[in-house]
């Protein structure tokens, strides 16, 4: 932990990753406006450092006068749990499955990592909108679909370890006291492979995000009205000449966020990994 | 003696490994039998059988590719091999326990030791988490690890190589087993700690009035613990005599072998070699017609590569697998 704290790189991560948790989590109270509120009046109103800008929308509006800060703040709302929900499947079920597949060997082996062979084989996005597509575009599905997508790399990883893992003495030794397979599996080998997984875990909030933002974009996410970055950039594609800003901002967001989790994700595995310490 | 059954008979034992759709037969016909309160000790070289006979007792051997395909082990005048994974999971860690070859591996890295030994209790047993404390805290007593309070929260790694094997042996009398298998407990330590757990184990072993069952391939640990010794070859057991008779006129020339090959301290035959049993032990997937150990024996003669030998009883309680005797 120690070779994490004096990472630099991994603490601006943090930093990042912290600022963005503080925002969703009290989005309410940092908000100046309420993010779905149309104002006909204040369309397109450039941020207040700008000459027609104003200290009542600091970065600005939109095409419907909605406040682009308080959308902002409250898309990082929208894409933590979007990365939580969609991540924390993934894990769940490729943790089970790689679990599963490295202990038991054979051919339910074999079976398992042909599938996630199969769901690696197809391109992520195009995956995402099969699914999508089946289940109707809505953000729930845009979760559920990358959260599949996301099930083989940890499922990888997962087998990997274990496979590693069952070859240790301690294995057979919790057998040899009359464990069932389930507690060794979950209680004795899990444990000894969190390293990897954190770190796959970390680095799967960032792309998570980003595929979040992109199945939005193409609008198999977030429905109008709800504030997502992804969203908020494809409804202003139109207006890129004209008003800039309302498309740079959630870009600066999706772009920090992003960078954020993978630094802190490369720098923990800096430091849980004992092959690069020095 | 003839009235009262063996606490472990062991009758015909085989099993075999299928690699590649060939057939190893790690264990071939081993039959033993291992008194209440006695030890049995099982020498050979690596690769003999073995810990494959030891795994198969406890039924831990990985299927696929091991297979225990014949034979009956009687635990308790109970055939093991007819009891479902459940009931053995039941008699594994609470009737019969293991102690394994490598202290530093055997523990799981990522708990801390106390709660390794108090698992055993937990599963077996349902005591209160204070209860399960006391208990582990009074097996550190006993297994000799000072301050046992303390080093209850340690972690493996924090302790020495001699320490992680006596909270190994902790971990299998947890339970107050009927039965122990080392298996080579004391190969990875150094010599004075060696001592020191071999003692500790023929004390532990006359408090419980546990049956062990010795794995090395070191004649004097056998001569310092075991009752009975088995000497396996290639997956079968060449020689099986008390203790005693083994060492003071081993039969097989197998075992005479092993024995000439000990080195002894201010012997004086000091510019002498020491002698080694020629040859390698023949491949699983290879072996040779008739004896098993035809290619290495010294007293070799044209019937060994024919016939496979029996068993011969040359005594009470003596049996060699040597057509010598036959």
Redesign the interface.
Known sequence: MSQLWRNKTAMAGMFIVSFFIVTAIFAPLLSPHDPVETSLYDQLKPPMWHENGSSQNILGTDDLGRDILSRLIYGARVSLVVSVFSVGLAFAMGTLFGSVAGYYK?KLDSVIMRIMDIILAFPYLLLAIVVVAYLGPSLQNAMMAIGITYIPRFARIVRGSVLEECG???V?????????DFRIIFL?IL??CLGPLIVQTTLSFASAILDAAALSFLGLGAQPPTPEWGAMIARSRALILRASWVMTFPGIAILLAVLGFNLFGDGLRDALDPRLRD | MTHTSPLLDIVHLQTHFFVRGQVAKAVDNVSLTIESGKTLGLVGESGCGKSVTAHSIIQLIPDPPGKIVGGEIFFNGKNLLDDSEKEMRKIRGNQISMIFQEPMTSLNPVFSVGDQVGEVIRLHQKLSKRETRDRVVDMFHRVGIPAAEQRLDEYPHQMSGGMRQRVMIAMALACSPKMMIADEPTTALDVTIQAQILDLMNKLKQDTGASILFITHDLGVIAEMAQHVAVMYAGRVMEYAPAETLFTSPKHPYTIGLMESIPVLGSKKKTERLSTISGVVPSLFNLPEGCLFSDRCPDVFADCRKISPRQYETEEHHTVRCLKYA
Do not use: F, Q, V
């Open positions: 054979g240790k003495d301690y057979t030794a919790a057998r040899s006291i009359g464990a069932r004795a444990p000894n």
